[in-house]
């Protein structure tokens, strides 16, 4: 009994002790928190995107500072606790340093964070809290972003305004290594209209006509997660162009010149209405100013080719409160000049006539002096020519472009059916007399150049004759040199 009194004496005294030294280390913490030495003047400087400079004052006896950092707001009292005991928190960053001061690179740009300096005594086998720095909050830098630099109209309509601007460069990256990718954003007057746009020009739409309007464009980029807008560009003020003009259309056609015409221009408060006419050998392609200054509403284009295709615009330009201003482009519309046919003739050179006299036994002669194979021969010349110069898209263009010659020439002379040459293709281009046999032999002889097969409808026969074409765009064919005309399937006259 009294050993069991001892044993219960001594674990008594055993724990006293044990809650003294337990008691002794709290005071011992709390008397470090709130009286060791404070670490003061914390400063945090941002030396540029994701990097900052920490300093402090320097404290005497300290051999080692601890410099916690966090996002998350930091307490110091379990920020000691936690050193204390080695525990480690995922959100906090420790960094080492001999010196009153440390450079960290690895800080998001834009970011709140805590920090609190700690100072250590170092000795063989202790590591002693000599020290402890309030908790700073700071908030590192952003990126700036400055304005975005030649904002200007690149095209613009009664309806539409084409917007370009230079490319808003960042060298940067964030702080996982990526681009920085910068897009923009349109405000028109204060006013957001248009955002995310990647390009470096844009199109706004759907304008009023003759309305005056003002933008900015700023860029944009998120850089580590965070959105960061720049500074406006200066005010672009612009008028969009008045509606475009009406019937603008071809109203002669020669085989040198084209005559473009157009309504006369009418807006109120306008006055010294004049027009300008763009032309191009192309719809799509380089249209350059023909004339400007022009009072009346009509321009005539000389000096073409013939068969030749010329697209045309025409812009009305007036003063508004004396400044200049200029309609919308009007619609593109197009013209083909005439054909230019050319008539062959003959050489009446000595040559040719010696010629004619030394083949004078091959065959019947007429008149003229000339064999029938000497007619054929220079008809066919006639023919040959003509062949070369005839163009079209299709079959049936060509054809009935090769009728039409045929009926040039056939006007021009004179319409008989007595004689020796009227049904003959020498009677049409080269007697100038002929008959609707004579033109159909013509016109057979032409296509026999341009290589295609014919047949004489009606051939001998006291009544209307033409050429059945065989093949005129995969399809049985006619066509008529009297009429100048041609078109698929059966003669539609007849």
């Known amino acids: 009994m009294k050993k069991k009194k001892e044993k219960n004496k001594k674990a008594l005294i055993y724990g006293s002790i044990m809650f003294v030294i337990l008691l002794l280390l709290v005071i011992l913490v709390i008397y470090l928190l709130n009286n060791n030495t404070s670490i003061t003047n914390v400063k945090v400087t941002n030396s540029e995107l994701h990097k900052i400079l920490i300093t402090w004052d320097n404290i005497e006896k300290v051999d080692e500072y601890k410099v916690i950092l966090s996002k998350n707001n930091l307490n110091k009292e379990e920020i000691s606790s936690n050193l204390e005991k080695n525990n480690t928190d995922d959100n906090l960053e420790s960094y080492q ?213 010329r697209y045309y615009y025409v812009v009305a330009s007036y003063y508004y409160n004396d400044v200049n201003y200029f309609s919308a482009n009007s619609n593109i519309i197009s013209g083909t000049t005439k054909t230019k046919t050319n008539t062959y003739v003959p050489s009446t050179s000595s040559n ?32 040959r020519y003509i062949a070369k110069q005839i163009t079209g898209n299709s079959d049936q263009e060509k054809i009935e472009l090769a009728a039409q010659i045929v009926q040039y020439y056939y006007y021009m002379g004179v319409h008989t059916e007595t004689g020796n040459d009227y049904y003959t293709a020498y009677g049409v281009f080269i007697k100038g007399e002929s008959s609707c046999a004579g033109t159909t032999r013509a016109l057979g002889m032409i296509l026999e150049e341009m290589g295609y097969s014919w047949r004489h409808a009606n051939e001998n026969q006291w009544t209307h004759q033409w050429v059945i074409v065989d093949n005129m765009d995969g399809q049985v064919g006619w066509a008529d040199g009297m009429i100048g005309m041609a078109g698929y399937g059966g003669f539609p006259f007849s």
């Open 352 to 383: 040719s006539s010696s010629n004619s006299s030394s083949n004078s036994n091959q065959g019947n002669t007429s008149s003229s002096g000339l064999t029938a194979s000497q007619k054929e021969e220079q008809a066919r010349e006639v023919a």
């Open 97 to 309: 340093s001999i010196n009153n001061s440390i450079t960290i690179s690895d800080v998001l740009s834009n970011t709140e964070y805590y920090v609190c300096i700690i100072g250590y005594s170092v000795s063989k086998n202790n590591k002693n809290i000599l020290a402890i720095s309030d908790v700073i909050k700071f908030k590192t830098d952003s990126l700036e972003i400055n304005k975005v630099e030649n904002l200007e109209i690149t095209d613009v309509s009664n309806s539409s305004i084409k917007l370009k601007w230079d490319a808003y460069q960042i060298d940067n990256t964030n702080l996982d290594g990526s681009k920085i990718e910068v897009s923009y954003e349109i405000y028109e007057k204060d006013k957001l209209i248009m955002s995310n746009i990647i390009d470096t020009e844009c199109v706004i739409e759907n304008l009023n006509e003759f309305t005056d309007y003002e933008y900015q464009v700023l860029a944009s980029a998120v850089i580590d997660g965070n959105l960061v807008k720049g500074k406006p560009s200066d005010i672009l003020h612009i008028k969009t162009k008045s509606n475009p003009i009406n019937g603008v259309k071809i109203s002669e056609t020669n085989t040198n010149s084209l005559k473009i015409t157009w309504d006369k221009y009418e807006k109120s408060d306008v006055k010294d209405i004049t027009y300008s006419i763009y032309g191009s050998n192309s719809s799509d392609g380089e249209y350059k100013l023909l004339s400007d200054q022009i009072t009346d509403n009509y321009y005539i284009e000389e000096k073409l080719d013939s068969n030749k295709t």
